[in-house]
T-cell receptor, first 112, second 111 residues
Framework: AQSVTQLGSHVSVSEGALVLLRCNYS??????LFWYVQYPNQGLQLLLK??????LVKGINGFEAEFKKSETSFHLTKPSAHMSDAAEYFC??????????FGAGTRLTVKP | DAGVIQSPRHEVTEMGQEVTLRCKPI?????LFWYRQTMMRGLELLIY????????DSGMPEDRFSAKMPNASFSTLKIQPSEPRDSAVYFC?????????FGSGTRLTVV
């Protein structure tokens, strides 16, 4: 079955610094990959998705992620962190767009 | 669109009581999912429906859990009897195409 591993349960960056959240996937067939963001007491919101088109995917709020098959990775980046980016981020994988498996999440803290 | 609507937002109940969680998906979405989120286990898929038909309920933890989708605009997740270990945030999500839209969740506390 497919799965994802998020490296680092907590990441702290300064405002204006690069954000890098790591995700590695495992799948026996070409996967669909997603990043979601969760703010306190809210549901998950889709940031971006990879569905086998372009390997560099741009999402909302200035985030992007690159699908690297050779590294089985789908890391999330943002060039310059903003205070409003503080939240929990989840990587997810699916092979049929139904049985979506989520990572454990990475809590991003942005320091002023 | 109002998004995926879940009710109640918070539920506190005593062990042994029946609990019913409700979800209204986005109009036109043909898939509906129920997830449970806990600190220990993260996000777990419990069950999903396609066109109101349950497709995969292998994630439902026990027979105490049941889910129904009587029509395209309503689904329920029922726990009977509830136990303290059922305490979690339960999310409903719906989709048409890629990517899910999640509701705000129901925080269930069983005491």
């Amino acid at each position: 079955a497919q799965s994802v591993t998020q490296l680092g349960s907590h990441v702290s960056v300064s405002e204006g610094a690069l954000v890098l959240l790591r995700c590695n996937y495992s799948s026996s067939v070409p996967p669909y990959l997603f990043w979601y963001v969760q703010y306190p007491n809210q549901g998950l919101q889709l940031l971006l998705k990879y569905t086998s088109a372009a390997t560099l995917v741009k999402g909302i709020n200035g985030f992007e992620a690159e699908f690297k098959k050779s590294e089985t990775s789908f890391h999330l980046t943002k060039p310059s962190a903003h205070m409003s980016d503080a939240a929990e981020y989840f990587c997810a994988v699916s092979v049929d767009n139904n049985d979506m498996r989520f990572g454990a999440g990475t809590r991003l803290t942005v320091k002023p | 669109d109002a998004g995926v609507i879940q009710s109640p937002r918070h539920e506190v109940t005593e062990m042994g009581q029946e609990v019913t969680l409700r979800c209204k998906p986005i109009s036109g979405h043909d898939y509906l999912f129920w997830y449970r989120q806990t600190m220990m286990r993260g996000l777990e898929l419990l069950i999903y429906f396609n066109n109101n038909v349950p497709i995969d309920d292998s994630g439902m933890p026990e027979d105490r859990f049941s889910a129904k989708m009587p029509n395209a605009s309503f689904s329920t997740l029922k726990i009977q009897p509830s136990e303290p270990r059922d305490s979690a945030v339960y999310f409903c999500a719906s989709r048409r195409g890629f990517g899910y839209t999640f509701g705000s969740g129901t925080r269930l506390t069983v005491v």
